[in-house]
């Protein structure tokens, strides 16, 4: 992922081109060089309405819906790295919205219907593709886990149902539905659930940003936040002071350092989380499979590779980057579930850090800070609610106070104990 839109310093506000089938055949006659750069590379200005700390899915959705939803588009996201260097171009590009609580199964849902038709409203293939995601029952207990959750689902208006081992081999052949130590017993499948291009979604929302006027600004670190009298006045940053009315942080991993900038703590800790793919084989598995008591989940990806993600690290840390022992533990895992994964090579690795609260839902808040919103501690499962946190973010930060889909997930609900449980839904990584 190198587009740093370097070529283009201009700002680019409504000149990006229109992707379409007419355009592509256009280029096709004039050498391809009429594409403009997909977003520009602009410098920081003195003074923004809004700055968002963090140029992930989540900041960038967040930017977009600020401009779409509220029509502001005064305002710079920051990014220390490049565009989705983040968790976002790291993650296993599991989508789904089967959770277990209300307000989780609301914004993952919102999240997931927006994907439906997100390549058409960014005018930017993000190839989400609804494939049908299952989460096995391996144990007597994930049968009534999984039943509860499909009846909770069903309350809420999120599809899903719970289905039987003959048709959990009927719609992944490869699996071994009788294993050795936890037979398939049956499964929580969710038809619309499926995956996307990470990376896509982040560059999809960044060329709209841009086209609306706002700065995308990479390699541009936040270091410190300035307030005065208890309101948020603007960052300071490796390419100088910048003002802003409202500040929203949206980093991920780094939140615990950069609400720290701010003044407050957080309920968070950040730990690795890896994953892995095979060489590429020919299509075996068009549906995605998480198997939460074996500890691992599987989807194919288009270049035919397996994606293999596993659990998180137990210890504290700011890794991006694989480890041995993780292969080893994950895979032999999935093996015993998948036997044919055990002749694949595994080609490549990789981590990112994750921001987990205690109890696995995420912080969509206003901050002791006045004018700063903080959005983080989606921990490993954040890229399948991208659209609707950012949604949720957009809202909360022009309205100055959160929505009906942020209403639950605020910082309070650690003091006064109202919890959002959901270690279930969340279980292995994903
Ligand atoms: C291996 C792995 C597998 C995963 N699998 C899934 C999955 O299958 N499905 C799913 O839904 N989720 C999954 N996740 C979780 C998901 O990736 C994250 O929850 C989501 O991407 C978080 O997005 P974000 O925009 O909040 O964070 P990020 O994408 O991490 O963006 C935060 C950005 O903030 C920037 N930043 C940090 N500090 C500063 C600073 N001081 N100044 C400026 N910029 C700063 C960072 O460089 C980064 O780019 C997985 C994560 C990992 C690591």
Redesign the pocket.
């Known amino acids: 992922m190198t587009h740093t839109g370097a070529l283009c310093p201009a700002k680019m506000v409504g000149t990006m081109n229109r992707y379409s089938a007419f355009a592509v055949a256009r280029e096709a006659f004039r050498d391809h060089a009429g594409w403009r750069r997909a977003w520009g590379n602009p410098e920081p200005k003195r003074r923004y309405d809004v700055i968002i700390?963090?140029?992930?899915?989540?900041?960038?959705a967040t930017a977009y819906y600020l401009g779409k939803n509220y029509g502001i588009t005064n305002v710079a996201i920051?990014?220390?790295?490049?565009?989705?260097?983040?968790?976002?171009?790291?993650?296993?590009?599991?989508?789904r919205s089967n959770y277990l609580q209300d307000p989780s199964a609301a914004i993952y849902e919102k999240a997931r219907s927006l994907y439906e038709d997100l390549s058409q409203a960014l005018n930017y293939n993000v190839m989400f593709s609804p494939r049908g995601v299952m989460m096995l029952a391996q144990t007597e207990h994930e049968i009534r886990g999984y039943k509860r959750t499909a009846h909770a689902n069903a309350l809420q208006g999120v599809a899903t149902r719970y289905i039987g081992p003959d048709e959990v081999k009927r719609l992944c052949p490869i699996i071994e539905t009788r294993g050795p130590r936890y037979p398939v017993l049956g499964a929580l499948w969710q038809p619309r659930g499926g995956t996307a291009r990470?990376d896509a979604v982040?560059w999809g929302y960044a060329r709209k940003c841009s086209d609306m006027g706002m700065d995308v600004i990479q390699k541009?670190?936040?270091?410190g936040i300035r307030q005065a009298a208890g309101q948020v006045t603007g960052v300071t940053?490796t390419r100088g002071d910048i003002d802003c009315d409202k500040l929203g942080i949206?980093?991920?991993?780094?939140s615990g350092?950069?609400a720290d900038m701010a003044g407050f703590r957080l309920p968070i800790e950040s730990v690795?989380?890896?994953?892995l793919v095979s060489e590429p084989i020919k299509p075996c598995m068009d549906v995605v499979v998480m198997a939460n008591t074996v500890h691992g989940?599987m989807s194919q990806s288009d270049k035919g590779e397996m994606v293999i993600?596993g659990g998180a690290d137990g210890f504290n840390n700011y890794t991006q980057r694989g480890s041995f022992h993780h292969i080893e533990e994950t895979v032999r895992a999935l093996v015993e579930t998948f036997p044919m994964i055990s002749r694949l090579k595994m080609l490549r690795q990789?981590?990112?850090?994750?921001?987990m609260t205690g109890d696995r839902s995420p912080i969509l808040s206003k901050t002791p800070l006045g004018g700063c919103f903080i959005?983080?501690g989606?921990?490993?499962?954040?890229?399948?609610?991208?659209p609707g946190s950012g949604w949720a973010t957009a809202e909360m930060i022009a309205r100055g106070e959160p929505g009906p889909l942020a209403a639950e997930f605020g910082l309070d609900r650690f003091a006064e104990g109202r919890f959002i449980d959901e270690s279930v839904a969340a279980g292995v990584?994903?």
């Open positions: 700390i963090g140029a992930g899915g989540h900041g960038l920051l990014e220390k790295g490049w565009l989705g260097g983040g968790n976002t171009g790291r993650n296993t590009t599991i989508i990470h982040a541009c670190e936040v270091t940053t949206v980093v991920a991993g780094h350092h950069v690795a989380l890896q994953a989940y993600g990789w981590g990112g850090v994750v921001d959005n983080c989606w921990g490993t499962g954040g890229f399948k609610a991208i990584a994903h």
